[in-house]
């Protein structure tokens, strides 16, 4: 062996060794590093490859074999408008229709069903879906006052569907609730439909499409009323979470209208409102839906984010179907949106634990004098829950992206691995505010008293500005301009 081949492995070794110990002095801050690590490495390898990338769409068909087939033709209707439900059966239907409110529901009418066409198979394609001639038809009319969610309890013997569908409210507030359409449409199938058109694991970076008449399996529930909740119930992130939240916001006197995402697309549409609420999982984001919040913040508007993984990835209707795209928004050319309108995003730190929040600011007026380190959002509301939920920053969790927002972390879920939610505060140039809580989980904590007075406090803010003077004062003492 040469020197020159001692000394490189002499190097070698040293390298190593020092390697070794770091490794044992990082102690419990490994996961941590590693974690950080691998999440630089994947911005680094993602972002050239999805900076003006948009997904090429392909028409796949496949054979459904299947006795019992029930959707709607959309998921979004207007007051006043016609709902048509496809159903293709073996044997009679029976149809049930229930209107859902935030704590309870009840029944609209009940009606049996003969099929008359049943086809063996039918064919589904991933642009059209089915072609509605090979499936009955029954035809209902809304009323003019009808709003919210509705459900279809489509059931063939044992054999039950469960088909939601949403109608547009009045819109008479100064508040907007938005209701994650996009995300319920993204996330639900039904039939063993795939919600990704390709074999195998599903990956993140993914894309795919969805017809508007589509298969859809989600039972509607007011979980404060439930006898029964499983595991699932307790890590929903859809429809039912964002019902238990209203229940919340109605418990503190707030009057509110609520939309679909599509209302969200033209800001014509919400540049009357003073505050628009996002509920637990508003995923998907069309860039028009992008563009129009940008506008009404920066047109003095206020916005309250009371969930996580907001705005993650991409959905643009085309026709009529929606395609579904992209790894994160941060690495795009709307990523001015995530840092300066949201100051956080989620990435998979935490994934799918649960723990309370700490008050990091104490000095924050929403939090009403009580000391920083204090935590909150422990438990869950719900006590069936309890088994599973362990607090209110959880499921899928947001971080802070660093001053450069202009936002400043008021509390941080203790979430191991540093996998907590950053609850994030900042006041607009145009004079509106946002106040983000970072976490798909938080509605389990949406009757805790911390929760409570931070939300109750946001909103007294928003309608009476002149409160600011404590909050404007904390904002730029603690970031930078």
Not at 36 to 49: A, S
Not at 95 to 124: G, R, T, Y
């Amino acid at each position: 062996m040469t020197f020159i081949e001692k000394f490189l492995l002499v190097i070698f070794a040293l390298l190593i060794l020092v390697g070794s110990l770091l490794w044992v002095l990082l102690g419990h801050y490994k996961e941590e590093v590693l974690l950080n690590l691998q999440n630089r490495i994947r911005n680094i390898l993602v972002y050239k490859e999805y900076r003006e990338v948009v997904p090429v769409m392909v028409n796949q068909a496949f054979i459904v074999d299947e006795d019992f087939i029930a959707f709607t033709d959309k998921l979004i209707y207007d007051r006043g408008t016609s709902v048509s439900l496809h159903f293709k059966s073996d044997s009679p239907v029976e149809v049930e229709l229930e209107k859902f409110s935030n704590d309870d529901h009840e029944m609209v009418w009940f009606q049996k069903i003969n099929p008359k066409n049943n086809a063996m198979e039918v064919v589904a394609t991933t642009f059209d879906g089915f072609d509605h001639r090979d499936f009955d038809a029954y035809r209902f009319q809304l009323k003019n006052s009808d709003s919210g969610w509705f459900q279809l309890k489509v059931k063939n013997g044992r054999d039950i569907r469960y088909i939601p569908f949403f109608v547009e409210g009045d819109k008479s507030s100064s508040i907007l609730f938005v209701e994650s359409t996009d995300t319920m449409h993204a996330y639900l199938s039904a039939n063993g439909l795939r919600n990704y058109y390709q074999q195998g694991r599903r990956y993140l970076e993914r894309n795919f499409t969805r017809p508007e008449a589509y298969p859809m399996d989600y039972q509607l529930k007011n979980f404060k009323k439930s006898d029964r909740l499983t595991e699932v119930d307790c890590k929903d992130h859809l429809v039912n979470p964002d019902l238990l939240i209203k229940s919340g916001l109605d418990d503190l006197k707030m009057v509110y209208d609520i939309s679909s995402d599509d209302f969200l697309e033209k800001y014509e549409n919400i540049s009357r409102y003073k505050l628009i609420i996002f509920g637990a999982h508003n995923e998907y984001w069309s860039p028009a839906k992008i563009r129009s919040i940008e506008k009404f913040l920066d047109s003095g508007g206020s916005m309250l984010v009371l969930g996580g993984n907001t705005a993650y990835r991409f959905v643009r209707k085309v026709h009529a179907m929606k395609v579904y795209w992209g790894k994160s928004i941060l690495n795009t050319k709307y990523e001015n949106f995530i840092y300066n309108y949201l100051g956080s995003h989620y990435d998979p730190r935490g994934y799918d634990t649960y723990s309370s929040f700490k008050i990091v600011d104490e000095s924050f007026p929403f939090f009403k004098g009580r000391k920083g380190g204090m935590e909150f959002g422990k438990k869950t509301a719900l006590a069936q829950c309890g088994e599973f939920m362990h607090g209110a920053s959880g499921q899928e969790t947001d971080k802070f992206l660093g001053p450069r927002t202009g936002f400043s972390v008021i509390a941080s879920g203790n979430n191991p691995g540093s996998g907590g939610a950053d609850v994030v505060f900042k006041k607009m140039d145009a004079g509106g505010y946002v106040l983000n809580f970072g976490s798909i989980s938080l509605w389990h904590g949406i009757g805790d008293p911390v929760i409570k007075d931070m939300i109750r406090g946001f909103v007294d803010l928003v309608r009476e500005p002149q409160q600011d003077n404590a909050v404007q004062h904390r904002v730029h003492d603690k970031v930078p301009a």
